[in-house]
């Protein structure tokens, strides 16, 4: 990289200091050279001799000569070998452009061209059939989580059934269960409640028999207890 | 002449190059026509170099050429002369690689000089177009149809026709090349005498006072990446009037 850097501002250097600087030596001949050749080639046909070289006539045609170095011809007409063989240039490249340069090219290009949208066209071919799978995978997906979901539902509600009924069942087996323990009670309450009365009643006539003695009969002294004591027991 | 008090070479030795071959005869070469032979060898080298190298992506030159054609097809002929002028591509891009290449030595170190600063190119290729506009016009309107059409244009009140139809038959017959041609001659002698004016400034400077030459130094640099755009931009100029020139003899309703 570093020898990158110095290759490239060595080149760089280069360029500006010879390569810009060359247009100060863009003009085709020097002044001095154009003027001595101009000076050799028309001193003997202007019969100047360097002694007449100061004449007022002589120094006309000098400076003639020199003139001739410095006027141009107008730069705007063209001159004929340039335009033979700059046009002719560009005519000869248009005929081998137009025969082999271009259609090597366009062809390249059309190739890509072609090339590229077989590419794309596979591709979306490829793209349309990976987007069937895909609305295939999707549907088949929505039905497995819609089966899924009736499963559930239907497990859900057997679920639902079980347990009313198991509460159901739960439910009436306790009130059997209620329902005969108060019968149970009840039955035991009433033995109990018999076998106090007549126990009592056994007591109590007993008691009265001896205490009244003749003046009852013992039925009619029972019956009397027993209504005192059903009585007592509704109350 | 003198300018600033320094010596600076006539006008005229600018431009004009001593010949090296044939010297006295119609094929005389100089510095110029090597120009345009150096301008023929890369259009050509380019194009053929590119049309030897396949692969699916373009590189190096290839990119050059493929996008020269892009840019005349897109840029140039789609804007100009719609799709029928499709076929007239190759020419075109031929046209704009030739005189890009031509004006471009115009900053290569030590060539220095575009080609196109001398009248002969711009002159032979402006004659060209012009034949070729007519003959496209004439081939597509018919004789009497092209000359109605470029002389009489529509929508024109009638009595105006006695000023128009002489403005237009100059503008389209005569104007038209000399200026496709003035415009680019001009643009590269004005480059060119820039270049070397900053140039013969900038070493006079530095062998007097040295730090005088930076000023015309850094113009220099800054003219010469200018020149680069202005080689560019004739080439295109020069290609997109042609277009347009023949895409209007094809299709005189725009």
């Known amino acids: 990289m570093k020898k990158r850097i110095i290759f490239a501002s060595a080149l760089t250097g280069l360029i500006l200091v010879f390569g810009l600087g060359g247009n100060a030596l863009a003009s085709g001949e020097s002044l001095g050279k154009c003027s001595v050749i101009e000076y050799n080639e028309k001193i003997e046909a202007a019969e100047l001799t360097p002694q007449s070289l100061s004449d007022e006539a002589s120094i006309e045609v000098l400076a003639e000569i020199f003139d001739s170095c410095i006027e141009a011809p107008s730069p705007i007409i063209p001159e004929i070998n340039e335009v033979i063989w700059g046009g002719g240039a560009f005519v000869v490249l248009l005929a081998l452009m137009l025969w082999k340069g271009f259609p090597a090219v366009q062809k390249i290009m059309n190739e890509r061209s072609e090339k590229i949208a077989t590419d794309l066209d596979e591709a979306d071919k490829a793209k349309s059939e990976a987007q069937a799978v895909k609305t295939q995978y999707e549907a088949e997906l929505a039905d497995a989580k819609s089966a899924a979901a009736a499963v559930i539902e239907e497990a859900r509600q057997q679920a639902e059934v079980l347990r009313s009924d198991l509460q159901e069942r739960a439910e009436s087996e306790i009130a059997e269960m209620k329902e005969q323990a108060a019968a149970d009670i009840d039955a035991a309450r009433e033995r109990a409640m018999g076998d106090l009365q007549s126990e009592v009643s056994e007591i109590v006539v007993g008691a009265a028999e001896r205490v009244v003695e003749a003046n009852l009969d013992a039925q009619a002294q029972a019956r009397l207890i027993e209504n005192y004591i059903n009585q007592v027991g509704s109350n | 002449m003198k300018i600033l008090a320094l010596e600076f070479p006539p006008v005229s030795h600018l431009f004009e190059w001593p010949d090296f071959a044939f010297e006295g005869t119609p094929l005389a070469m100089n510095k110029t026509v090597l120009i345009y032979l150096f301008a023929f060898a890369l259009t050509l080298g380019l194009f053929l170099l590119a049309g030897s190298k396949k692969g699916l992506v373009p590189r190096g030159i290839s990119h050059v050429a493929e996008g020269g054609i892009n840019f005349v097809e897109d840029s140039i002929v789609a804007q100009t002369m719609g799709p029928d002028g499709k076929k007239y591509v190759p020419f075109l891009t031929t046209m704009f690689f030739f005189i890009f290449f031509s004006n471009i030595f115009e900053v290569i170190p030590f060539i220095q000089f575009p080609a196109n600063a001398r009248m002969a190119v711009p002159i032979a290729m402006a004659l060209m177009v012009w034949v070729i506009y007519n003959f496209l016009g004439v081939k597509n309107q018919g004789f009497f149809g092209y000359i109605k059409n470029s002389l009489f244009p529509p929508g024109v009140p009638k009595a105006l026709y006695i000023i128009v139809t002489p403005i237009e ?61 202005v080689s560019f931009l004739q080439a295109f100029i020069f290609t997109i009037l042609t277009a347009v020139y023949m895409g209007g003899a094809i299709h005189p309703e725009h």
Request: hydrophobic share 65%; aromatic share 14%; charged share 5%.
């Open chain 2, 169 to 229: 038959f100059f503008s389209v017959f005569i104007i038209r090349p000399l200026s496709l041609a003035i415009r680019l001659w001009a643009n590269m002698v004005a480059g060119h005498l820039l270049l070397v004016t900053f140039a013969v400034l900038s070493a006079t400077l530095w062998d007097s006072t040295y730090v005088g030459a930076v000023a015309p130094a850094a113009m220099l640099i800054l003219m010469t990446g200018f020149e680069i755009l």
